[in-house]
């Protein structure tokens, strides 16, 4: 070896592997305008389509008349559900087992829904004819309020199937009814609550949000007469599922349909369901035979696809007079909208809600789960999170808080006393899941250090003492949440989508010169894939990462995945991309063993080559492994270095995090000032760093705007009150406050790198932090639970009902 030989620490730098914060290779496109939107799409001859949508919220359709729109010069069609109806695509199936409208037949459900589509010559004159379909509507009373959804008298919203009491997931109650899931041994629960020293009590209601990404839902489809192929670009998180949905409602076979998902501006969930809009575009494509644009404005995103939350939980926590958590009942009102659209695993309807006994060791739990359905949009997703974990997530955090004041303990100490041991993992809840692997006490020991816990609670208790005294109008309050999510969906034998299993997929290709490209079955939507899934590799097969093209969103050239939501990502398709690599490796050892003549046992991986064990300097490089793969005959083997994984998780991954957050409300104006905010995260094996502090600080962002300011509410009559961006909440960088990150690791011990997700977790603990810390700040005044969302009215309501504005 000479001085210039890399040593083995220079050589593992070189590839840019696991832990390394390399830089995201995405953003020398997407900072100087080289990203590829679905937007951005033009094919000649395309046409575009626009929606006539109701303006009611519950309406009976008399009549459609498209003439004054047919007569506008450039408008090519007018669709209505009597033109779908020959081609029985005027309902879709949804991902819940129920079907939509894809254009309204008879009746209108909601605000927003899609009545007529109108193709023309370019948007603009498709907007003017959308306004010049007359269309007669006798209003109906509306339902905007689960808690009425299933009263005697209740108008009935689904004509389409109210004789049908049995519903995808069972027996109906009510012909407003969705379905009732329970989990849990509701028995003993109960049981244990009656005889408990102390029981809390309250009902947490998780309001209707919507993820509103930068940019909205909308696609491209193109219909090749000639090759009888048809071609969607879209907007698309699960391109695979969709193009099996595709091919199931029109007939096209599967290999004639191709789906590519483009760069994506943010989907937080948005982009997971099946939209008309995607189902007219492909209509009008293949009758016209000419591409067909469709994408949304802002109100029609925030209106009509997608929305999150919507929950409504009743609960019941018991426990010892010393604060040891003995029962937690759960009863959840779910108002799914007009259409369950909801986008959960087939056996999940509401979704892994049963995460809510939360990081706490809870020897009984019951869960009862009773959909509804109302006159608001469907599409209920995870916003930026797993399967209703957000929503389980807030309630166990709000109740443990309101238990705690009701035993006189401290938050942190209630929490402190509860949580799954070390020792307990793997640790099956009362509630049936199998948590890999966690350190609770080590995280949240590490958060109230970090931000001297004793020391805030002591100027909180001086600050309380100074707002009596009348020398201030601020109440500090405290918020401590911790968070156990469950992410990773899921292991085929009890999670599927519409019947497939979710696995994902890896199919890696080493090129002759050392280069290669990794192609999945997951689509970032911003998340840096293209960066981390390279560093997996580079790592694992020893080709550095500037080397490694990952691909990903084209049904054409990718494996078949169930795509990215719910920070499934890392957990399967990272863990396929490992997996492949192995295969890789392995191939790579035998052809190493042939070129240096020695038996395969001989060698040694070490770093970016084969090594024969105790004579380093007999080595043969994966540069020139690959080489050899493709010009050298090796007896026994095929030429080539390809691998291919679809990796069926064992079991989901379980991220936790603490969060601690400081506010200062002003009782006169109700303006809050997040003075603090520290978030620990676990996510086990770290990839990048830098790219994981990137989705900490964005998903803490959406989890204020959730917490202090997002809703989609309506009024009696189903008018959305949150439809444009002036009502709903999107904070920029003059509310947001500097965030404080930091970390623990505690691998998975089933994932091939140990690592679990992270996208989402930020959210899923930040939205407890931020309500805990505004409820923090009012306890001592007697309040026990004040809803979200926490804006300046609704705090300074409080204020004025505890009595400190008078
Ligand atoms: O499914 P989704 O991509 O939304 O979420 P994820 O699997 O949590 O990954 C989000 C981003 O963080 C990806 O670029 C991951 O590779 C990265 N990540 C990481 O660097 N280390 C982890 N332990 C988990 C995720």
Known sequence: MNDQTPTTVERAEKLQGLGCKRKRVEDARFTQGKGHYVDDIKLPGMLFGDFVRSPYGHARIKSINKDAAMAVPGVVAVLTADDLKPLNLHYMPTLAGDVQAVLADEKVLFQGQEVAFVVAENRYVAADAVDLVEVDYEQLPAINNAFKAMDENAPLLREDIKDKMDGAHGPRKHYNHIFNWSVGDREDTHKAIEGADVVAEELITYQRVHPCPLETCGC??????????????????????????????????????????????????????????????????????????????????????????????????????????????????????????????????????????????????????????????????????????????????????????????????????????????????????????????????????????????????????????????????????????????????????????????????????????????????????????????????????????????????????????????????????????????????????????????????????????????????????????????????????????YYDPPNMTYPFGAYICVVDVDVDTGVTDIRRFYALDDCGTRINPMIIEGQVHGGLTESLAIAMGQEIAYDEIGNVKGSSLLDFFLPTAVETPAWETDYTVTPSPHHPIGAKGVGESPNVGGVSAFSNAVNDAFAHKGLTHTQMPHDHWRVWKTAEKLGLNG
């Open 220 to 645: 491209v489809a193109s219909m090749d007469k000639v090759n009888g192929k048809l071609t969607i670009w879209g907007t698309f998180q699960a391109p695979h599922a969709v193009r099996t949905v595709a091919s199931l409602i029109t007939n096209i076979p599967e290999h004639n349909i191709r789906i590519i998902s483009p760069d994506i501006g943010g989907g937080f969930g948005n982009k997971v369901g099946v939209y008309p809009g995607y189902i007219c575009a492909a209509v009008a494509s293949i009758v016209t035979g000419v591409p067909i644009k469709w994408v949304e404005d802002r109100m029609e995103n925030l209106t009509s696809t997608a929305f999150a939350r919507d929950y409504h939980m009743s609960g019941k926590i018991a426990a010892t007079r010393d604060g040891r958590i003995t029962a937690l009942d759960c009863h959840v009102l779910a108002d799914h909208g007009a259409f369950d659209a909801c986008a959960d695993p087939t056996k999940f309807p509401a979704g892994f809600f049963n995460i809510c006994t939360g990081s706490y060791d809870i020897p009984l739990a019951h869960v009862s789960v009773d959909g509804v359905y109302t006159n608001k949009a469907p599409g209920g997703v995870a916003y930026r999170c797993s399967f209703r974990v957000t929503e389980a997530s807030y309630f166990i955090e709000r109740m443990i808080d309101i238990l705690a004041r009701k035993l006189d303990m401290d938050p942190a100490e209630i929490r402190m006393k509860n949580f799954i041991r070390k020792d307990q993992f793997p640790y099956t809840s009362a509630l049936g899941w199998e948590y890999d692997s966690g350190d609770y006490e080590t995280a949240l020991d590490k958060a109230m250090k970090t931000v001297d816990y004793a020391g805030l609670r002591a100027e909180q208790n001086a600050n309380r003492e100074a707002f009596d005294r009348g020398e201030t109008r601020k109440l500090m309050g405290i918020g401590v949440a911790f968070f156990t999510e469950i992410v990773g969906a899921g292991p085929v034998k009890n999670c599927d989508i519409l019947g497939l299993g979710m696995f994902d997929s890896c199919e890696i290709r080493i090129h002759p010169t050392g280069s290669a490209i990794a192609r999945l079955g997951t689509i970032s939507q911003g998340q840096g894939h293209a960066t981390t899934f390279a560093q997996i590799l580079a790592s694992e097969i020893g080709i550095p990462a500037d080397q490694i093209t990952v691909e990903e969103g084209d049904t054409d050239t990718a494996p078949y995945g169930l795509g990215t939501y719910g920070s499934r990502s890392t957990p399967v398709a990272g863990a396929a991309t490992a997996m492949a690599g192995r295969k890789i490796r392995a191939k790579a050892q035998m052809i190493a063993a042939y070129l240096l003549e020695v038996h395969e046992d001989d060698l040694e991986w070490d770093v970016d080559r084969f090594q024969v064990k105790g004579n380093p300097e007999q080595h043969k490089t994966m540069a020139e492994i690959a080489f050899a793969a493709y010009n050298q005959a090796i007896p026994g083997l095929e030429p080539g270095l390809e691998a291919v994984s």
